[in-house]
């Protein structure tokens, strides 16, 4: 039935053009993609305005640590030199900072 289906398509296809519906089909399909764009758009705006705000969390989190002394940079020097001297390629595996004060 699908290759049916898929025999069918170009001949509404070539009805369409025939009536000139192709124009009503490209103005529907520009608007269409505009639309999804300025959605996008929007989306990424809000994206970026979380990703401030976990940022600032971030930040607050690593000064909270080392007010109460936790020095992260050590830490995370340490544990990539002891994997370093296990792997050789430290550098393609670098952890997140999350990860490396677990």
Known sequence: ???KEVHDSPKKVQTQEQKGGQSVNKDEQIGFHKGALSTLAKEREEMI????IVEQLMQMHVGALKELGVDLEAIAKQKAAAQGGLSGNSASKKKPLEDEIR
């Open 1 to 3: 039935m699908a290759m």
């Open 49 to 52: 305005k979380i990703l401030s």
